[in-house]
């Protein structure tokens, strides 16, 4: 595999599923599954029976693949699971870096994340790919929002976005860049990069603070699946286009072992041929490492399984 530091810069944790979006139910099952919208999902692999994506059991799990450290970030289909997050930061601080939520489809989410830095988070999520609401659409740049991302420079914390697919809100980040250009963003889901306009995403990150992560990337690809040839080819380009310094390895843990292992994941990635060493310690880990202020990480030893 390589000497490889390798952090996960897109993962998610909670207790249990409990919310709606958009007037539809989002509720945890038995057996790893989940009621998402309309149908029953298998939201978790089966064998979390009891439906909690829990710190405990991700760290086996990274520990297992090798993964030093990973960012837990956060969606509005997993309800608000900051009180579980300050719990798994205080406890597990060299292993998890974890964003807060605050909901932006409301007016009156300032004063949240005012809340959320008094109680020490240092980044907060913000799923911008949800914010088109039945009874329209919340604009990245109304002025509320705005008003969020100052606070945020201003406090030097970080910015975990996720786009609508491909350009449909390039515009509205290029604003907010230009408005704040020293808040430190992360773009997920590598831009949607299966949706046309996917490298218009891409392309914020010639801007200083913005990096973009690759969390979902497998699902994205699932269609052609393991060793994900297509997702190596995507990586390749984005680096051609923003440099390789610029984007970082995430999984979407826990929804994507649904399909194929954690250690998956990313060992299309240290596997390939078609990636330098370089490239991969930078992509795997040391971007991140960086970029979120880890310290000292710790080093997990390989464990052959019953396979080998």
């Given at each position: 595999m390589g000497d490889y530091t390798i952090i996960d810069a897109h993962a998610h944790l909670w207790l249990r599923q409990d919310t709606m979006v958009n007037g539809k139910p989002?509720?945890?099952?038995?057996?790893?599954?989940?009621?998402?919208?309309?149908?029953?999902?298998?939201?978790?692999?089966?064998?979390?029976?009891?439906?909690?994506?829990?710190?405990e059991v991700f760290l086996s799990n990274m520990d297992y693949a090798q993964v030093s450290a990973a960012v837990i970030t956060q969606e509005f289909i997993d309800g608000d699971q900051n009180e579980y997050l300050e719990v798994v930061a205080r406890r597990y601080p060299d292993r998890f870096f974890v964003c807060g939520f605050c909901d932006v489809?409301?007016?009156?989410?300032?004063?949240?994340a005012r809340g959320l830095r008094e109680r020490g988070f240092r980044a907060i999520a913000v799923p911008g790919h949800r914010l088109?609401?039945?009874?329209?659409?919340?604009?990245?740049?109304?002025?509320?929002?705005?008003?969020?991302?100052?606070?945020?420079?201003?406090?030097g914390m970080i910015l975990s976005m996720a786009l609508a697919d491909g350009d449909t809100q390039v515009a509205e980040m290029k604003e907010v860049i230009a408005e704040c250009p020293r808040l430190k963003i992360a773009i997920a889901h590598f831009g949607?990069?299966?949706?046309?306009?996917?490298?218009?995403?891409?392309?914020?990150?010639?801007?200083?603070?913005?990096?973009?992560?690759?969390?979902?990337?497998?699902w994205l690809f699932n269609s052609e699946f393991y060793p994900f040839r297509g997702a190596v080819e995507a990586i390749r380009t984005a680096a051609d286009?923003?440099?390789?310094?610029?984007?970082?390895?995430?999984?979407?843990?826990?929804?994507?072992?649904?399909?194929?292992?954690?250690?998956?994941?990313?060992?299309?990635?240290?596997?390939?041929?078609?990636?330098?060493?370089?490239?991969?310690?930078?992509?795997?880990?040391?971007?991140?490492k960086n970029f979120y202020g880890f310290g000292e990480l710790k080093k997990l030893p390989y464990i052959k399984n019953m396979s080998e």
């Open positions: 989002i509720r945890t099952l038995p057996n790893g599954r989940s009621w998402f919208m309309d149908e029953e999902r298998q939201m978790l692999p089966p064998f979390m029976i009891d439906g909690k994506n829990t710190a489809r409301r007016p009156g989410f300032l004063a949240q088109f609401l039945p009874e329209g659409r919340v604009w990245l740049t109304s002025d509320e929002m705005m008003e969020l991302f100052r606070f945020m420079e201003r406090e949607m990069v299966t949706t046309d306009g996917w490298l218009e995403q891409i392309k914020l990150a010639r801007n200083p603070n913005v990096m973009i992560e690759s969390g979902g990337i497998t286009t923003v440099g390789a310094d610029k984007l970082m390895w995430g999984s979407d843990y826990p929804r994507t072992i649904t399909a194929i292992t954690y250690r998956m994941s990313y060992d299309f990635v240290s596997k390939s041929d078609e990636l330098t060493h370089e490239f991969k310690a930078a992509f795997l880990g040391m971007n991140a």
